[in-house]
């Protein structure tokens, strides 16, 4: 009667301590988050997901930014309401595109700018937990407990990762859908329950409305029924028998897909829902066409949106998308070079660079125990658990070779699914490795989740700029990427507090671009001014102005504003003095008479 009592009470134990383990993770990766979001002011992009989320909560429409599906933008509106805003049509007509008047929306609104931008940020870390908890699940339940801390560590701890949950975007977002439909999908093909389909056509179908690389995994649900056809046991003679290929799997992709298609379609219905079809033909229209599409496309997609305005307004933001990504937008930096298209070697450096020595030991490990079940002799994977590593890694590599094939270089956190993907396989191929081991395999997972923790360190308060040893840390790294590696105009308020501090901030010319105004903190600093030439005296200038001053500038001030930012930017680098660093983007220089 004692043994089974103690067993029981050993695994209650045991799971008592992974639940506990499992939750300090979480609340550090929490933890860490929080400590850059406080002080960060808003990124490029955030008030306009906002806006465009309000639009589609709030009054039903779409006119601005179709080329970010609304899912988590919708969160972020959500997350607002407790402000009590005017909602977007209130400030402005929702009868044409309000492309840059969403600035009246931000700033002339019952609370202040920052203050929008901070609650509509509240439900983005959540995503990073949920996605390190179904990490941890997943893996768990091929690998083992401590595999699965291994796995939900080396991500909910990565800079990149605690960098971008803080933000109002998609790219953490995407990093979870493609790891949950993955997982689906391997679930669904190993037994015949419609249940499980039907799961994962709701989690493909919000993919898609989540980010629209998620169309990179239509092969992966259409697919899963013939997944057992490279299941280890059809390939070693003597192992495991593999799944059937039967008609019930096949019928379930196809239900599947249907609702995916069905949840994009209701998604979209409720974000159009007040908008009149002619409006949303016309809001095709201009998106495209102010993404240069050929006219035919613009026609085509137009024709769609006559014929079912949400299909169509979901394949127009697609097709916008496909032609940023062939065509570019503006112009990419990279190692010191400025391109409007694709640098071949630009997302492999930014993976290699931006990974942390944890994450690249992981994969190394994983590689050489992967090796060693090649040889001879070795034992086999067990099918269900061959198939759920090897999809991961088919998905990660398409998705990879997806993005070095874009013009469209504007940053590391694009391969956040890649990231997410890699860990599930790898953390599992070392737990099987080490399954007989588990004090080895227990001290390979702290040492590795302690790492990526010890990696967070130096960069605490700009994670977005972290750049492992490879590339020289984050002073290297500079070297070599710009954009939302760097700058994302998320250190304005940082400087605020060093101006502040010094008593700078009516004697310094703030050179920078974010998601506010320039002199949205500093109300009193100096702006360049384009009929005024520039002089002696102190600038801050962020690592974009720096890097792409001159077509950034270009596309949002004239050509007079960027010509006068490349010149300032080449004289203070001849002969300038850097006397302070902000955050992990702005350079105060002083420049001499």
């Known amino acids: 009667m004692d043994a089974p009592l103690t067993r029981r009470g050993g695994r209650a134990a045991s799971v008592l301590l992974e639940a506990t383990l499992l939750a300090l993770l ?13 002080d960060d002011s808003p990124t490029f992009d955030e008030a ?7 639009e589609a909560l709030e009054d039903g429409s779409g006119w601005l930014n179709p080329e970010h599906p609304p899912l988590l933008k919708l969160a972020g509106a959500l997350a607002l309401r407790p402000l009590r805003l005017a909602t ?21 609104n019952s609370a202040p700018a920052h203050r929008i931008v901070a609650e509509g940020r509240r439900p983005f870390p959540w995503i990073l937990l949920l996605l390190a908890v179904v990490l941890h699940l997943g893996v768990r339940r091929l690998a083992g407990p401590a595999a699965g801390l291994l796995a939900a560590g080396v991500v909910a701890l990565d800079p990149g990762f605690v960098a971008h949950a803080a933000y109002v975007h998609t790219d ?3 990093a979870f859908a493609f790891l949950l439909v993955v997982l689906l999908a391997v679930r669904a093909a190993s037994g015949t329950t419609l249940v499980r389909w039907l799961l994962l056509g709701v989690a493909f179908g919000l993919a898609l409305v989540t980010k629209f690389s998620a169309v990179l995994l239509l092969p992966v649900v259409a697919v899963a029924p013939f997944l057992a056809l490279v299941s280890t046991g059809r390939l070693r003679p003597g192992g495991p028998p593999p799944w059937r290929v039967t008609r019930d799997r096949v019928l379930g992709a196809l239900v599947a897909l249907a609702v995916a298609a069905g949840v994009v379609y209701a998604v979209k219905a409720f974000v159009l829902r007040r908008m009149p079809a002619e409006a949303v033909e016309a809001s095709v229209r201009s998106y495209l066409e102010s993404r240069e599409a050929r006219p035919a496309e613009v026609e085509a997609h137009v024709l769609v949106a006559r014929l079912s305005p949400p299909l169509g307004h979901w394949l127009g933001g697609l ?14 930096w990279f190692h010191g070079e400025t391109s409007e298209r694709a640098f071949p070697l630009y997302f492999p450096a930014a993976f290699l660079f931006k990974s942390t020595p944890s994450f690249l030991a992981l994969l190394l490990v994983a590689l050489a125990a992967g090796l060693a079940r090649l040889r001879p002799r070795a034992p086999a994977l067990p099918p269900r658990t061959a198939i759920a590593v090897l ?44 399954a007989a081991r588990p004090r080895v395999l227990a001290g390979v997972a702290l040492v590795l989740v302690a790492g990526t923790g010890l990696s967070l360190v130096p960069s605490r308060n700009a994670p977005i700029a972290y750049f492992n040893l490879l590339a020289g840390g984050p002073e290297g790294g500079r070297r070599w990427f710009s954009d939302s590696n760097v700058d994302w105009g998320q250190d304005l308020y940082r400087l605020h507090l060093l101006l502040a501090e010094r008593g700078w901030e009516e004697t310094t010319t703030v050179v920078a671009y974010g998601g506010v105004a320039t002199n949205y903190y500093s109300r009193s600093c100096r702006l360049l001014d384009p009929a005024v030439p520039f002089g002696p005296g102190r600038y801050a200038v962020s690592h974009m102005m720096e890097t792409l001053g001159y077509p950034f500038t270009k596309g949002i001030e004239g050509e007079a504003g960027a010509r006068q930012v490349e010149a300032l930017v080449r004289a203070l680098k001849e002969r300038g003095r850097r006397i302070a660093f902000v955050g992990g983007s702005i350079t105060v220089w002083e420049l001499p008479g």
């Open 172 to 174: 953490v977002g995407a």
């Open 319 to 332: 097709k916008g998308v496909l032609v940023l990504s062939e065509r570019g937008r503006g112009a990419n």
């Open 48 to 54: 306009v997901h906002l806006f465009s989320g309000a």
């Open 88 to 108: 977007p049509c209130r400030v402005m007509p929702c009868t044409a595109s309000p492309f840059n008047g969403y600035l009246r929306w931000l700033y002339a």
């Open 391 to 434: 999809l991961p890694l088919l998905v990660a590599a398409g998705y990879f070779a997806s993005s070095m094939r874009s013009s469209f270089n504007i940053g590391a956190r694009h391969l956040l699914p890649v990231w997410a993907l890699l860990a599930f396989s790898a953390a599992v191929v070392v737990g099987r490795s080490l």
């Open 26 to 38: 979480l609340a550090f990766s929490a933890a860490a988050v929080r400590l850059h979001q406080r």
